[in-house]
């Protein structure tokens, strides 16, 4: 549909004028060739779907979408940012297009994405200006694309306009609406990063960010996210960044932010309107976010919001990638907006202990400019914690998605800390007493390494299991866990890129992979690891995400024959897996080299567009840069110029 009747949702005047706003029209912001991509448009159908069919929708006054004026866009946009968005959907930009949007940190575009990013901003406006004409209490923009990561000239992250912020400019600019100080919120599991610097120097806006952070290692992966960023000039202290050291945090984590910093700074803030980036990929379940809140937890973070200004609250939609936790989490806010009642449930949950330092290091940031927060928190509450749980399952660290979501998200009544979240799609299985691992683990090879395992503690990874600093997701190991026997390094006639959106171990931006056929004016520097075959089909499992049990290897001795013949071996147990692809390049000491990559076909996907090449993050080139330096190949200023060469090379 087109847009929405406004007549076909009303209200008795005995309960609350709730708007909700959905356009079909947003959905046609895509992938080139629609490639699966966490962004994409089932998620706002799923929210959709979910609440007309628990009837809520028709509970609300349904919204018509409208899109964003220039003259509101620009102010918290470059003129030459937003002439970008406004035409690239043109036929004049169809053989530029992608190229474009590679320039970008994770952005994908098509011949929607202009009236999609136009319509998203267009219609936080419109409901923002509702609420804050009293026309409505409170109101929900379903919209894609999110915004809360675009910045000033630069497209990132999912988004290309940043909706809560024009929303809020056009609030503060309107004087006849009487809008003086806005609290935006920001509970999205990634940093509003883009909706910080809009606001970092201004004291009308008071900005309160709780994500994911890890010391800067967690996207947008830079230090904009830490509690020591708290605004500038007249704006100081106006900014407020909770910063997660881990993830799996939930219900309990969230709330004990809210009743410690957030709340109180409200209420001494005493804002005239509240604006939400409601993002829902901290949720049970996604597959970025690795956090744990149900919906009881997000009910609970809105419901304690009511209380100020006199509930005039917008959400707008940001991340989420779930489709069933966004859609039940969705459901649990609107049931507030609509009934503003006590919230059914409970957690028994303590908050981490690392959740207390947080909340503490903060309330000594920001004491000075919130009076509300002098006072230390006694000991008798800090000292209730919970451990960060120990998963009983081995998890790998590659690139699959969250199983059981359902099933977790009926778990809401067991201590958050004992929920099982982040299961990859497979355990190794336990089966090093099987006669094909007793077999292997008498042959040699030389595992070649080309991105991320060139350095050494982060390959080991793999062998030992665990993780490095950058890394999102552990690894767990291979069944024989000694170390490498021998390590050098080679150059190959190969040719290095770098591709995809984003990775379950690195998160967003490009991992690298090499070309399966060589040429001669192509060099990539690899890494070589002398292990056994046996630990090479362990390793092989951990790149390749899937359910194989492993009760007969990936890569055997017939497939070392063969690909010794054949140059390269798809496995085909594994197929959808990233590097599926075993190529053979030569021998070394009589011992062969293999490496493994895409196949040819996934190098023509990378070449047309239909597969993005992509940058890699800059976690994940700073270990490339490790490893090439600290191997003696490169200096630390050829190593960055040798990445950035393969990153920026057309193929």
């Not at 063969?562 to 085909?572: A, V």
Request: proline fraction near 4%; glycine fraction near 8%.
């Amino acid at each position: 549909m087109e847009g929405v009747d406004s007549g076909s949702g009303g209200t008795s005047r005995s309960q609350r004028r709730v708007g909700i706003l959905y356009d079909e029209r947003m959905c046609r912001h895509h992938t080139p060739d629609d490639e699966p991509h966490p962004e994409n448009p089932n998620r706002i159908r799923a929210i959709w779907s979910k609440l007309q069919s628990a009837g809520v929708a028709q509970r609300c006054e349904v919204l018509n979408a409208k899109e964003a004026e220039d003259k509101y866009i620009l102010s918290v946009h470059g003129k030459s940012h937003v002439d970008v968005i406004r035409n690239i959907s043109s036929k004049q930009f169809n053989s530029r297009r992608n190229r474009i949007a590679s320039k970008f940190n994770s952005i994908y575009l098509n011949e929607g994405s202009s009236e999609a990013a136009y319509l998203a901003a267009g219609s936080v406006v419109e409901v923002a200006k509702r609420v804050a004409k009293g026309e409505l209490d409170s109101a929900f923009a379903i919209v894609r694309p999110p915004g809360h990561h675009a910045e000033h000239d630069e497209a990132m992250g999912f988004c290309l306009y940043n909706n809560v912020a024009i929303a809020t400019n056009f609030l503060l600019s309107e004087k006849e609406l009487s809008i003086n100080k806005i609290l935006i919120v920001d509970w999205d599991v990634h940093h509003g990063n883009g909706t910080q610097k809009s606001f970092w120097k201004d004291p009308r806006v008071l900005f309160f960010s709780v994500h994911r952070h890890e010391f800067g290692s967690f996207y947008p992966a830079n230090d904009d996210g830490d509690y020591t960023m708290i605004g500038e000039g007249p704006g100081a202290g106006y900014n407020i960044n909770v910063p997660w050291e881990n993830g799996r945090c939930g219900d309990a984590d969230y709330l004990a932010v809210w009743d410690h910093i957030l709340i109180p700074v409200a209420k001494q803030f005493n804002p005239d309107m509240i604006l939400i980036s409601a993002g829902f990929d901290a949720a049970v379940g996604d597959p970025l976010g690795g956090c744990c809140v149900t919906p009881y937890g997000y009910a609970m973070m809105l419901k304690k919001l009511m209380d100020f200004a006199r509930g005039k609250i917008v959400l707008a939609l940001e991340g989420g990638y779930n489709l069933a936790s966004i859609s039940n989490s969705a459901l649990a806010c609107m049931e507030v907006l609509l009934d503003n009642k006590t919230v059914t449930g409970s957690t028994e949950a303590y908050p981490f202990e690392s959740t207390w330092r947080v909340i503490q290091a903060v309330r000594q940031e920001l004491k000075a400019f919130w009076s509300v927060l002098a006072d230390e928190l006694p000991t008798k509450l800090t000292s209730q914690k919970a451990p960060i749980p120990v998963m009983k399952i081995l998890i790998s660290g590659s690139d699959s998605e969250a199983e059981d979501v359902e099933e977790l998200l009926q778990d809401v009544i067991l201590p958050l800390s004992t929920l099982r979240v982040d299961v990859d799609h497979h355990v190794l299985a336990e089966s090093a007493s099987v006669s094909w691992r007793s077999d292997l683990t008498k042959i040699d090879i030389w595992y070649a390494t080309f991105g991320s395992n060139m350095w050494k503690p982060r390959f080991l990874c793999y062998i030992e299991g665990g993780l490095v600093d950058g890394m999102q997701k552990p690894c767990s190991g291979s069944m024989d866990k000694s170390l490498p026997k021998e390590i050098l390094w080679k150059t190959f006639p190969h040719r290095l890129l770098f591709g995809r959106e984003s990775s379950r171990t690195w998160g967003l931006g490009g991992v690298a992979f090499l070309h399966p056929e060589s040429k001669n004016e192509d060099i990539v520097h690899m890494c070589l690891y002398r292990i056994t075959l046996e630990q090479f089909n362990d390793v092989l499992l951990q790149e390749n995400v899937s359910s194989y049990d492993m009760s007969s290897p990936l890569f055997d001795l017939t497939s070392l024959d063969c690909i010794k013949e054949k140059g390269s071996f798809n496995l085909e147990a594994v197929k959808k897996g990233w590097y599926h692809n075993v190529v053979y390049l030569g021998m070394q000491q009589d011992i062969p080299i293999l490496t493994m990559t895409c196949d040819t076909l996934v190098i023509e996907n990378f070449r047309s567009g239909k597969v993005p090449l992509r940058a890699p993050s800059e976690d994940y080139a700073n270990t490339l840069v490790r490893g090439l330096v600290e191997g003696g190949q490169l200096s630390e200023e050829e190593a960055v110029s040798y990445i950035k060469d393969a990153a920026t090379k057309p193929l």
